[in-house]
């Protein structure tokens, strides 16, 4: 399944990636090794993030990586600096985090309407609906499937919003 998702994103040189639920941050590690300059990984147990940094220095791309021991949605409001190209999300299956995580990054200004959000959830699993995203394309693999999304047009955080900002001091 990793190969075929990687085929189906084509070049990713100079992306900036996130992997979210890194788990053993094997997504964001396979980025890192096609091109991207740069792979946030999220996790928030202990032995998840020590299987990234040892991944990660498997591959020799330290340097590239960012990698922080947090819930993803704690991770994308503190921890992301960019704009992402890519976000690569595996949340346990079953679990509803997947449509957590989408109605989180409505909220954040570095989620753009040209960033690709790819969803890995389990073949029995509801396909989260989540306005302001649009479900472009499914793809399963036995009992795997991966959901592409993108930003709806329209719908992008304005890093300028009066509004907004001052709900963000409060």
């Known amino acids: 399944m990793r190969e075929a998702l990687f085929s ?28 991207a300059k740069r792979c946030y990984f999220f996790d928030k147990t202990t032995e998840a993030i020590d299987a990234v940094h040892e991944n990660v220095r498997r591959v020799g791309l330290e340097r590239q990586a960012i990698i922080r021991k947090c819930a993803f949605e704690f991770g994308l409001v503190n921890h992301v600096r960019e704009e992402p190209d890519l976000w690569l999300l595996d949340p346990p299956y079953g679990s509803g985090l997947g449509a957590k995580a989408l109605e989180a990054m409505l909220e954040s200004p570095h989620v753009t309407e040209g960033a690709l959000v790819v969803l890995e959830s389990g073949g029995d699993d509801e396909t989260p609906k989540v306005e302001g995203f649009e479900l472009e394309d499914e793809r399963r693999y ?18 300028e919003n009066e509004e907004q900002d001052g709900q963000e001091e409060q």
């Open 8 to 35: 189906i994103l084509g070049d990713l040189h100079d992306a900036v990636v996130v992997d979210g639920f890194a788990g053993t941050g094997a997504l964001g590690c396979e980025a890192l090794s096609r091109g």
């Open 142 to 159: 036995g009992r795997t499937r991966l959901l592409f999304y993108r930003r709806s047009s329209g719908d992008v955080v304005d890093g």
